[in-house]
């Protein structure tokens, strides 16, 4: 939310002053986002690693069962719909997170173009202080963008097929 304000604030007509905030602004809230990248990454890692396993076995224990009481098969919902929710809760808003960095960016690079008064300077102060990459990872291994958030639940789908197949045999 506080990239869409800030690329609508960018993208509207305004003066080299104004820009400067703006551009003060935007590296306060790209730091803080490289802190927070620095400082959960591995955080946000063994959560979504502890729910994931949670989901598969939850699944596990529910196709390969014989006989689940209806409160036991209750409390398994539960618990899958609960990780099932926490991993949504934590790729969706990172991968958002990304993508709005990324549009803000693009904005921030073209700024010099729209004016070319100050053209110069703008240059100078975005190869300076924005030409790093800042993105929300998983303990730096991946980015989070949309395709993450499927090739996880593909991979926990994959693995519970094969598993669940080896486990009837």
Known sequence: MVFKI??????????????????????????????????????????????????????????????????????LICSTILDFTFLLLIMISASITNESVEKTNIVVQRLPYRIPTHRNDLETKIRKDFSEKIHLTFWKISVFDRSFVFTCFGTLLTYGILIATLGKQ
């Open 6 to 75: 800030l690329r609508d604030e960018l993208q509207n007509d305004c003066c080299y002053k104004d820009l400067r905030e703006l551009f003060f602004i935007y590296g306060d809230v790209i730091q803080s986002l490289s802190s927070m990248e620095d400082n959960f990454s591995f955080l946000v890692f063994i959560a979504m690693l502890v729910s994931l396993m949670g989901m598969f076995w939850t699944g596990y224990g529910v196709i390969l069962a014989s006989n689940l009481t209806q409160n036991y098969l209750f409390a």
